[in-house]
């Protein structure tokens, strides 16, 4: 009985061996990683590839024509790929051990990889960078350690539809500078179907109001989420709202801040720089213009965003990389892009040249001198997802009920 | 085993031959299943067990889950989600109550309107049955992205559904922006807008008893009601090749004996189509549970959450924040579900009138079936049997 199947066993055990051998192949595909990376082979010329989320045509050309000129300059191929989800295409090229070289890199998600490893600080050996902004470089530091250059960065400011504006009365004196009178102003622009103030339903923009009562969720590294100034700050969002002259763009029935201004749902609203391309491209008729926003009781904030060109620790050829980050880095590329697609230069020797092209813009550069930083620990995108998530009812709740669910939220993100 | 001298005489050579073909149609069946095993060893098997090692590590998304800086955590991933303890373990408890309303709603209506539209449409009085058959079908072959597109703007606040509601005096919600439970609306339409008392502390999951009776939120709503269009059609198929199977004969006989036409359907039609209503809930089930597509392109989970379902938040904790274990944990708590929940649909759609149908069948046939039954279950028996000689 034992011989009577001798071909059976072969055959099953080919079958059993060759699945074995697929089985380490797949398993070695997914491990070629960390061992072989991050080789200081500083002679390589490996090709670079440079992952960018790109807000569309004109980011892309210009991105991508500065990658060539670099590879041309240096004679090392770099490429430019446009990811359809950023964040999702990263993860998987670090687990594969084949990320891009050089990327995109929000703060949200800087913290996750920087503590597990996948990125390489190179951001002390920047030669410019002292010169970027402090608060920039504050994002973007992990462990006392600076890990990428700041790419650009965007404030938020009040925008005003200059039609309404005058329609209601009023004239460029009357531009809010406290909170009393964004309030009033607010009221003075409501109208049947425009309502004075709008912004996205989400702490990303409301946090300018505790901004400027002196407030913010993590202060010194602290958990500071139901301080008496974040309070103070969603009850005076809560009065307005209530009140009629503020809302939501989401109860408007817009996807975000500048469409419900674009379509005039809104005769103000709280948005960044990027809203000067969506106004040229979606809503070319409406004419608006730029105010820093108002001072509250603990003076002048507002929040600021940015991305850094991270770099990859198993990047086959770091040193190329680097240098083609300097190269996108310079007072060039960034003033370059920023006519490309709006954005604002990371390095404060380019401000005064950037409020020059741009004077009608200036309002949210001057921003940079004062803005705050969102908590961008590990964990903190979601603490701000479970915050925004209350704020959609923060017309029916209690501010200091939100402020207080989320406190023990933010105390897990502050110790870290 | 005792052997006469004949056998033993004739049965060497006839023991090496049949061995040799056996052997070799051995060895054929399996060349011929190798592929799919590579495949499915190759695509399936290695994944899965990868990912139940992730669920079980410290794994942060960087190289090799298997290199040695990787670490075994234990159930540690697990006890975060189920324990309802800290933001992970609430937002799987409202994750699974989203989708559990949304099961609840979506696979009982959209089998139902299944079964509707293809009795209806298997009616031989009905005129162009071609072309209802098509029309019914056709939200089944568009892609679930391009019908999510759709709804977002049929659904908006200024959406074609709210203009119409507007005709009969309607104020419609905000669709996807309108985080209410449908519950708590009809709850407060009774005066009870707070959660009593006993309903305020965390329960199951990390979730108050007053949360889990939200019901679908509103945005949750406009999702099942989508899920039932577009998923409609191509259970109807099932059904009405199901039904096309159920010979005229059959329902001769229920219409000699006087069976009016909605006795017939729940009496003759319904119980044949048994089979086919276990594959299309089944199917329902598992479709519903999975729901990813339409949340990562609608909503992202919002408005306030009600529409995060465990498949979203397993891909937000595995791709965005970087935590790969708990997201691997997810995806096997949620594959436990549907897997417990398809064994109970099984119990509960088993076939418990054997005896009665028995009863029905003339007993020559009954005793001849089973006469034959005797044969077919006795030769693989017998094979084993020579095989072992």
Not at chain 1, 104 to 119: I, K, P, R, W
Not at chain 2, 310 to 337: C, K, T
Request: glycine letters at 10%.
């Amino acid at each position: 009985m034992k011989t009577g199947h001798p071909r059976r066993r072969l055959a099953v055990a080919i079958t059993a061996a060759s699945m074995l051998a697929l089985t380490a192949c797949g398993g070695s595909g997914f491990s070629e990683s960390a061992e072989d990376g991050g080789g200081e082979a500083a002679a390589t010329d490996a090709p670079v590839s440079v992952l960018i989320g790109s807000s569309g045509d004109a980011e892309t050309e210009a991105v991508t024509a500065a990658v060539d000129s670099w590879a041309s300059e240096s004679g090392v191929e770099a490429s430019v790929i446009v990811a359809s989800d950023l964040t999702q295409q990263l993860s998987q090229g670090f687990a594969s051990g084949e990320p891009a070289d050089v990327f995109y890199l929000s703060t949200d998600a800087f913290a996750g990889y920087a503590a597990n490893g996948s990125l390489e600080p190179y951001g002390e050996d920047l030669a410019n960078k002292d010169d970027y902004y402090p608060a920039l470089r504050e994002a973007f530091t992990y462990e006392d350690q600076l890990y990428c250059a700041p790419k650009d960065f965007s404030t938020l400011g009040l925008v005003i539809n200059s039609a309404k504006w005058e329609e209601a009365g009023l004239t460029e004196e009357d531009i809010p500078t406290t909170w009393e009178e964004l309030a009033d102003v607010a009221e003075q622009l409501t109208t049947e179907e425009t309502v004075g103030l709008g912004f996205s339903p989400e702490f990303q923009r409301l946090g300018v109001f505790a901004a400027q009562a002196g407030g913010g969720l993590i202060t010194d590294g602290e958990a500071t989420a139901a301080s008496e100034a974040n309070v103070e700050a969603l009850n005076y969002v809560k009065q307005m709202m209530t009140d009629g002259v503020a809302d939501y763009s989401s109860n408007l029935g817009a996807g975000w801040g500048g469409e419900a201004f674009g379509k005039g749902l809104a005769a103000m609203v709280i948005e960044g720089n990027w809203i000067a391309g969506a106004m040229t491209n979606d809503f070319p008729d409406v004419e608006y213009q730029v105010a820093e926003l108002p001072e509250g009781p603990g003076g002048k904030g507002t929040l600021q965003f940015t991305n850094c060109w991270g770099i990859a620790a198993d990047s086959d050829n770091i040193e190329g990389a680097k240098a083609l980050v300097e190269h996108l880095t310079t007072p060039e590329s960034q003033l370059a892009f920023a006519e490309a697609f709006g954005v604002m230069p990371s390095l404060q020797s380019v401000a005064a040249d950037w409020s020059e092209q741009y004077p009608e813009l200036e309002p949210f550069i001057a921003g940079g001198e004062y803005a705050q930083n969102l908590p961008a620990q590990q964990g903190a995108a979601d603490v701000l997802g479970e915050l925004n998530s209350q704020l959609e009812s923060l017309e029916s709740s209690d501010p200091q009920q939100i402020l207080e669910s989320v406190q023990p939220l933010v105390e897990t993100i502050a110790t870290q | 085993m005792p052997s006469t001298p004949t056998t033993a005489a004739e049965a060497p050579p006839s023991r090496v031959k049949r061995g040799d073909i056996r052997g070799r149609q051995g060895l054929a069946g399996w060349l011929f299943i190798t592929p799919v095993v590579l495949i499915l060893g190759l695509f399936l098997v290695v994944p899965v067990i990868m990912a139940a090692w992730v669920s079980l590590s410290d794994w942060t998304g960087r190289g090799s889950p298997f290199s040695a800086s990787v670490s075994f955590v234990g159930f540690e991933n697990y006890s975060g989600i189920l324990g309802g303890e800290g933001l992970i373990g609430r937002d799987f408890g409202t994750a699974i109550r989203n989708n559990l309303y949304y099961v609840l709603l979506v696979v009982p209506l959209q089998t139902a309107l299944a079964l509707f539209l293809a009795v209806m449409v298997n009616r031989q009085i009905l005129k162009g049955r071609g072309f209802f058959r098509t029309a019914f079908y056709f939200p089944s072959v568009t892609s679930s992205v391009a019908i999510t597109v759709l709804w977002l703007f049929l659904f908006s606040a200024t959406g074609v559904i709210n203009k119409v509601l507007s005709f009969f005096a309607i104020e419609g919600p905000n669709w996807f922006q309108d985080p209410r439970g449908v519950l708590h609306i009809l709850f407060g339409l009774v005066g009870v807008d707070q959660a009593p008392a006993g309903l305020r502390a965390p329960g199951f999951l990390g979730i108050s008893g007053w949360d889990w009776l939200a019901g679908p939120s509103v945005a949750m709503s406009a999702f099942v009601l989508m899920a039932i269009f577009t998923t409609s059609g191509t259970f109807m198929l099932l059904f009405i090749a199901a039904l096309q199977n159920i010979s005229g004969e059959v329902q001769e006989a229920a219409m000699v004996d006087g069976a009016t036409g909605w006795q017939r359907f729940w009496a003759v039609t319904l119980p044949m189509l048994r089979p086919t209503l276990f594959t299309v809930l089944t199917l329902g089930l598992i479709g519903t549970w999975q729901v990813f597509d339409q949340i990562y392109t609608g909503t992202q989970g919002g408005p306030a959450k009600t529409t995060l379902t465990p498949a979203y938040l397993s891909f937000n904790a595995a791709f965005v924040d970087q935590q790969w274990g708990v997201g691997a944990a997810i995806a096997f708590v949620l594959f436990a579900i549907i897997v417990v929940l398809t064994l109970l649909q099984r119990w509960a759609l088993r076939e418990r009138d054997v005896p009665r149908r028995r009863r029905m069948v003339p007993a020559g046939v009954s005793a001849g079936s089973s006469a034959a039954a005797i044969p077919g279950t006795a030769a693989p028996a017998d094979e084993e049997g020579e095989q072992r000689r």
